[in-house]
């Protein structure tokens, strides 16, 4: 009883990051992403979103596998390897790259801003899966 418990802390805990970052970084939209400050803080917002998702999807397929619930083991250590892809070679170094041209250059401003939007658009879509997986498998 007891791994099962573990594992669906876990997943609720993975639930609130991805609802905090949905929540959090929709309204950033609404800066227009053309000052190195805005950039700053919407590239931590993203690092840290994926730091926690990383620890936190980890957790959870470490857990399932010790319930042993090896599909929802190998969504949990999915979600976490697409979060480490992400921060470590697509998303987060497009945006190192580009907040340092920010300043100047109109198309890194609308680079940036279509970043933000597809890491959204990626952290939407791993929400939908989590709580499809949780609603439509069979624990």
Known sequence: MLPIVVALAA?????VWMGFFMMGSLP???LKHDTPLDGRFIRGLFNVYYVAVILTASA???SYVWSGKLVFA???AVIGGLAFALRGWIIIPRMD???GTIPGVDASIVAFRKLHIAGMLVNVAQLAM???ALTQLKM
């Not at 997943?11 to 639930?15: D, G, H, N």
Request: glycine residues 4%; proline residues 0%; hydrophobic residues 85%.
């Open 11 to 15: 997943t609720v805990v993975l639930l």
């Open 28 to 30: 950033l939209l609404v």
């Open 60 to 62: 959870a397929a470490l």
């Open 74 to 76: 190998f969504g949990a």
């Open 97 to 99: 790259a580009l907040r």
């Open 130 to 132: 989590v709580a499809w």
